[in-house]
T-cell receptor, first 118, second 111 residues
């Protein structure tokens, strides 16, 4: 159980285009989903937290107009990198926490999306 | 900043127990200790978590000291597939349980 699917696994696109990444919880409902970014040989950095039906909360230094997050249902969150540039190339990973009480429910992660901007 | 301290790397012989330590001396009373691991180019995998009691599941055991200032993740019989970066994270208590990843411990299981 607790499977999170992320799509696409990797994408290569030209500078200036927008890229959408989907994150789905397959066998549970997730009121909260998280988006992380990981550069080579570094740890994961939390970008934003999204709650179903409300605006995402972005971490300091993350541009909300560049990284658009939509959490329209209890099983789907999307991250759109708008007008992507080479410096946005990274490994983007989502996670989802099952709904219910308490902060002790563990987050479950997708397998990540490797984004390369040429 | 991460609120945990872990050794940057450890080696373990295949078939032996791997004991991964973690210090979290500033942990709050309502914060949990979570362990995840990340195999190269994949998303982190949840292993186990606990509050104050020791926990065991099919993957590992988690031993938390009585003062909760440190913990140890035990992989009872390490295999080559357990080679990964292991992250110890404390979370909970009012910040939506956000996970803040430190640098973790790179565990290398050797034949």
């Amino acid at each position: 159980g607790a499977v999170v699917s992320q799509h696409p696994s990797w994408v290569i696109c030209k500078s200036g285009t927008s890229v959408k990444i989907e994150c789905r919880s397959l066998d549970f409902q997730a009121t909260t989903m998280f988006w992380y970014r990981q550069f080579p040989k570094q740890s994961l950095m939390l970008m934003a937290t999204s709650n179903e039906g409300s605006k995402a909360t972005y971490e300091q230094g993350v541009e909300k107009d560049k990284f658009l997050i939509n959490h329209a249902s209890l099983t789907l969150s999307t991250l759109t990198v708008t007008s992507a540039h080479p410096e946005d190339s990274s490994f983007y990973i989502c996670s989802a926490r099952p709904g219910g009480t308490g902060y002790n429910q563990p987050q479950h992660f997708g397998d990540g999306t490797r984004l390369s901007i040429l | 900043d991460a609120k945990t301290t872990q050794p940057p790397s450890m080696d373990c012989a295949e078939g032996r127990a791997a004991n991964l330590p973690c210090n979290h001396s500033t942990i709050s009373g309502n914060e949990y200790v979570y362990w995840y691991r990340q195999i190269h180019s994949q998303g982190p995998q949840y292993i186990i978590h606990g509050l104050k009691n020791n926990e065991t599941n099919e993957m590992a055991s988690l031993i938390i000291t009585e003062d909760r200032k440190s913990s140890t993740l035990i992989l009872p019989h390490a295999t080559l597939r357990d080679t990964a970066v292991y992250y110890c994270i404390v979370a909970g208590g009012g910040s939506q349980g956000n996970l803040i990843f430190g640098k973790g411990t790179k565990l290398s299981v050797k034949p």
